[in-house]
């Protein structure tokens, strides 16, 4: 059974025993995975996406990658720009005195009546 990109990734990290910026990794998991060049292209994003996706990786500075294990959170970053928030009009708003709970108990009241 062939290896996924990701395990691919994952073995080559373990065997380097230190991080490699992303487009050397990519061309060991490429070469590793026996990808022609039309599939090296057509696969490099999803490739990004798997590696930044599972927990086992950290993305350093500057790009490289190593397995999370053997990094300290701060050496780590997270990318905030890609966070998706919620509209905050789409909560309901509190006052000091009320709660989630009372606010349904009151809306419940009003449909009754």
């Known amino acids: 059974m062939k290896k996924s990109m990701i395990e691919t990734a994952y ?3 373990s065997d380097e025993k230190h991080p ?3 487009l050397e990794l990519w061309n060991v998991v490429a ?3 026996g990808f ?4 090296q292209e057509s696969n490099i994003a999803q490739f990004f996406s798997d590696l930044s996706l599972d927990g086992r990786f950290a993305n350093l500075k500057g790009n490289s990658w190593d397995l999370r294990k ?3 959170l701060a050496n780590t970053k997270v990318d905030t720009d890609s966070i998706s928030i919620e509209d905050e009009e ?3 708003e509190f006052t000091d005195d009320e709660t989630e709970e009372s606010i349904v108990l009151k809306e419940n009241q009003e449909e009754e009546n």
């Open 70 to 72: 053997r990094q300290s």
């Open 36 to 39: 022609t060049p039309d599939q």
């Open 20 to 22: 490699m910026p992303f």
């Open 11 to 13: 073995h080559v990290l």
């Open 31 to 33: 070469k590793e995975m």
């Open 90 to 92: 789409d909560e309901p």
